[in-house]
């Protein structure tokens, strides 16, 4: 970790095993000119939160997280609410935040640049509260940006080799959908805004924003300043048919079509305020692309335009 103390310092928070802390370091300097530099870094047990906050207490003005999607979400859960914008360098699989913000991928330099000099933009968090299959509280008012998902797609996450995800990049998320093309439908009831209805489905998602990578669109309607959830219902009938429909339907919104919810694919959208989901079993929950546990029950809410984040001018 960096040492001192100022007002106007910048800090870095980076997952050692996505970036090499003396190039990267050297880079952000060159932008942060005579501001220090602070630097911290991620472990396992703790992926970011906590180094955001020291940054905060040392005095930091802008707080960049450096690996992927997780380091980006960690880091975010500890700015809400302060004002202190979020610089982010998406050395990621998915960068999933990153790329609905339209940030730089490839160039490092660039990265730093807009984390550093950027535009500021602030954005919707959502937050996340689970329950297990036991009514025990294992989440409570968990931060997310981009997306919120209980069922196939946590499945996906969880499934997924990290060898081969080093290897493949995002393409690894999709051999291991095709492994688990028969996973459980979640069936329970859900509840928008106070209207509950009773669902059956692959995935049950909720969402800031709708981009994935490859040019996907999950939610076209969706984006990180409207002030409120996107969900989205996908469920699957007739096997592979049914499969490749909601491909289809995928693929087609990425391309500005709009699809109705009907055929052996359907992908249906709501939007709200606040969402409830009570299951009849328990199913893995991730968040921005990150598996956090499994869950029964959970319940979401927006907070708007309550995080400051660092965009391309």
């Not at 103390?5 to 910048?10: E, F, I, P």
């Amino acid at each position: 970790m960096g040492t001192g103390t100022g007002a106007s310092a910048v800090a870095v928070v980076a997952h050692p095993g996505k970036v090499e802390r003396e190039d990267c370091s050297a880079i952000v300097r060159k932008f942060a000119g005579e501001r220090e530099v602070l630097w911290f870094g991620t472990t396992a047990e703790s992926p970011g939160t906590e180094q955001a906050r020291e940054a905060l207490a040392r005095g930091a003005r802008c707080v960049i997280a450096a690996g992927g999607d997780g380091t980006v979400r960690a880091v975010a859960q500890a700015l809400v609410g302060t004002g202190v914008p979020l610089g982010i360098l998406p050395l990621g699989t998915g960068n999933l935040l990153a790329r609905n913000l339209a940030l730089p991928l490839t160039d490092m330099r660039t990265m730093a640049d807009v984390a550093i000099r950027g535009k500021e933009r602030s954005i919707d968090v959502g937050r996340v509260s689970a329950w297990d299959e036991h009514g025990q509280q294992t989440l409570v008012n968990e931060a997310f940006c981009v997306i919120a998902g209980l069922g196939f797609d946590a499945i996906m996450v969880e499934s997924t080799d990290p060898a081969l995800k080093a290897r493949l990049g995002w393409a690894a998320y999709l051999l291991s959908g095709l492994a688990n093309l028969k996973g459980p439908r979640v069936q329970g009831k859900l509840t928008v805004d106070g209207e509950e209805n009773e669902v059956v489905a692959r995935s049950i998602m909720v969402g800031n924003c709708g981009l994935l990578p490859a040019g996907l669109t999950l939610i076209p309607d969706a984006t990180l300043d409207d002030g409120h959830l996107d969900i989205a219902l996908c469920d699957t009938r007739a096997g592979l048919a049914g499969w490749a429909s909601l491909a289809a339907k995928v693929a087609l919104q990425g391309l500005g079509y709009r699809v109705p919810p009907v055929g052996p694919g359907i992908l249906l959208h709501r939007t709200g305020m606040h969402v409830h989901l009570a299951a009849e079993d328990r199913h893995p929950l991730q968040l921005d692309g990150e598996l956090v546990g499994y869950a029964q029950a959970f319940e979401t809410r927006i907070e708007p335009g309550s995080l400051v984040v660092r965009t391309a001018r």
